[in-house]
């Protein structure tokens, strides 16, 4: 996993704790997880045993698409972070409550090859996350 300025391939707007605005990526993904804090919080670390409250707006690579916002439910996802994909489990430890990070996540480390609801098989997910809670 490695931390990097992430504007070459996608621009996020919008204040911390309301909806991100994302635009579509540029470019080829990159191959491996990456991930970028657009704020960076000051309670909580997470850690990969934490249990986690998130808002979290999903958009997928190819197409650009939205595929998944708890801000459209309007309520915050909660979950252990060893049952979400690995490109979570390896990404959001060490964030910390109050933040937002941009993660890019290869196919390895979201759904792989099969599909997955909207998400086709072998697509980059891009996702941003506001870490509200770690339990």
């Known amino acids: 996993m490695t931390s990097m300025d992430l504007s070459q391939y996608i621009t996020i707007s919008g204040a911390l704790g309301a909806e991100p605005q994302i635009s579509a990526p540029k470019g080829n993904p990159p191959a491996e997880l990456v991930f ?21 707006k999903l958009l997928t690579w190819s197409d650009g698409k ?25 990404g959001l430890p060490g964030m910390k409550v109050g933040g937002r990070r941009l993660l890019i996540v290869p196919p390895s480390l979201g759904y792989g090859s099969a599909d997955y609801g909207p998400i086709k098989g072998n697509e980059t997910l891009v996702f941003v996350v506001d870490l509200i809670d770690v339990k």
């Not at 657009?38 to 979290?56: N, P, Q, W």
């Open 36 to 56: 970028q804090d657009l704020a960076e919080g000051d309670g909580t670390a997470a850690l990969s045993s934490s249990t986690l409250t998130v808002h979290y």
């Open 66 to 90: 939205i595929a998944d916002s708890s801000w459209t439910s309007g309520n915050p996802a909660t979950f252990p972070l060893a049952n979400v994909v690995k490109g979570w489990q390896e």
